[in-house]
């Protein structure tokens, strides 16, 4: 017999508890126990007038961006549609059956506004991840870094070739994205000028996004998510947002590192990442300033052409500081006499060593090393100790096993573009990528916790 649904949605009075409603293994559940407000609340306390109307509880802003970036929902008015329907949100954000959600203006405010200023989003992420160090999550002996693209919330076709003649002041152009560039601009912020000097277009959206392609892929306005990760259990413990250059990516690797010594007290042994920073600078500072093992591979432009001789064919003799050619000849750094002395280092912070014309004229060899230049002449970086260090690692099996290590953060930023759908920004402006990046990092650090960590067991009740 074919059944009939029962009628029954007039009933007057219900016995519903939303904590038995939400199921034992439900995510929600898992990230809900590593969730620890009382030190955030004390963060922002100083933030907050002592009289007035009470604001809406951050503790329940923060829940509900977290489930908008646990479940890749990235719209906020979204985000409050789904809490005010789905019970499990409901009990995630502690709010009864009949409380009211906050509107999806408010959190624009609070997110522009008061969590800006005390760099809230920041401290909940380092929250997270304290709290991944005394689950033991942390090992602190190896580090991976890299970079990906995020496009960012701008039109492709609604922008400039280069920056000169774009009138800022036009009514409407002034957005708070375009606020932030220019007074980036005037304050002469390093990382904004650096980029000024390479960029290609520029967008009217959001200038201070770059113009930029994934390899094979279409060009678009983007910023680059840095992700510095421990290996042991692929625990993100810096999260940097930066233009889309190599030169930024490795600077902001430099921040992490820094920064994560300095608010955890953990500094790796080795960092394992990929050519983007095998730059000069960059092992110097970590092989000389840091004491860091690169497992890097070299940005080696010094490797000779169609058979031509390269830096590898020349050896290097650090006591008499020369290079001895093929040909058994000299390359010295100090050929002419100056009146006042010189260091010799270059602007991109090279030494230059020379062979002596006569030397070369005579060569059998010349048409193999130098056959346009008088004299052969090599390009020594202050950091070639470093490069030489990087270069000999290469060959060794904890490099082998670092270069493995190392796709735990590129499979990270694969969960984060295809599970929590996160391959384009929300909010405009540096300012709003970096706040949009330490919540992704934050959510990915949360579902990690509720994975690796399993909870203590209930206790069996004692039978007398
Ligand atoms: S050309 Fe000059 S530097 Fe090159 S192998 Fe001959 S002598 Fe040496």
């Not at 990235?74 to 009949?98: I, K, M």
């Not at 600077?251 to 955890?264: G, L, S, V």
């Not at 059998?364 to 030489?388: G, M, N, Q, V, Y």
Request: proline content about 5%.
């Amino acid at each position: 017999m074919m059944g009939r649904l029962a009628a029954g949605q007039n009933q007057l009075f219900y016995d519903f508890c939303l904590e038995k409603f939400v199921p034992e293994k439900h995510v929600l559940r898992a990230l809900d126990q590593f969730l620890d407000f009382t030190e955030i609340r004390k963060h922002l306390a100083p933030y907050y007038s002592a009289i007035g109307r009470p604001s809406i509880d951050p503790k329940l802003s923060i829940r509900m961006l977290l489930i908008g970036y646990c479940y890749g929902i990235r719209s906020q008015r979204r985000v409050c549609e789904e809490v005010h329907l789905n019970l499990a949100y409901r009990w995630f954000c502690r709010l009864g059956l009949e409380d009211q959600v906050p509107e999806h203006s408010t959190f624009s405010k609070n997110r522009h506004g008061r969590f800006r200023d005390c760099e809230l989003l920041r401290f909940v992420f380092e929250t997270v991840v304290e709290r991944c160090m005394d689950e033991g999550l942390v090992g602190g002996e190896g580090f991976a870094v890299d970079a990906s693209l995020i496009k960012a919330d701008a039109n492709r076709k609604r922008g400039f070739a280069g920056t000169e003649g774009i009138d800022w002041q036009r009514p409407g152009r002034k957005t708070r994205a375009v606020r932030e560039y220019l007074d980036a601009l005037d304050n002469d912020e390093q990382t904004v000028r650096a980029h000024e000097a390479t960029r290609k277009a520029i967008s009217l959206t959001d200038p201070a996004s770059c113009w930029t392609s994934a390899p094979g892929g279409p060009a678009n306005y983007s910023y680059s998510t840095n992700y510095l990760i421990d290996i042991d259990s692929a625990i993100i413990l810096g999260v940097e947002a930066t233009p889309s250059t190599l030169s930024e990516e490795a600077r902001a690797a430099r921040t992490m590192i820094d920064h994560t010594e300095k608010r955890f007290g953990v500094k790796p042994k080795h960092l394992a990442g990929d050519t983007a920073y095998g730059n000069a600078q960059m092992l110097g500072w970590l092989v000389e300033d840091r004491q860091i093992t690169p497992h890097v591979p070299v940005m080696d432009k010094s490797e000779g052409k169609d058979g031509q001789f390269g830096l590898s064919d020349f050896s290097w003799e650090s006591e008499a500081d020369r290079y001895v050619c093929p040909g058994g000849k000299s390359l010295e750094r100090n050929r002419r006499q100056f009146k006042n002395k010189r260091t010799g280092v270059t602007k991109a912070n090279t030494i230059i060593y020379r062979a002596s014309q006569s030397d070369c004229g005579h060569c059998s060899l010349k048409d193999k090393c130098t056959p346009k230049e008088p004299a052969r002449k090599i390009h020594r970086s202050i950091h070639e100790d470093a490069r030489d260090l990087a270069r000999a690692l290469a060959c060794t099996e904890a490099y082998a096993q670092s270069r493995n290590d190392r796709k735990k953060v590129e499979i990270l930023f694969a969960h984060l573009k295809r599970i929590l759908r996160f391959d384009r920004l929300r909010l405009r402006g540096p300012i709003g990528a970096q706040d949009e990046f330490l919540l992704a990092a934050t959510a990915q650090n949360l579902r990690k916790l509720a994975k690796l960590v399993i909870p203590p067991a209930p206790r069996e009740p004692l039978v007398t």
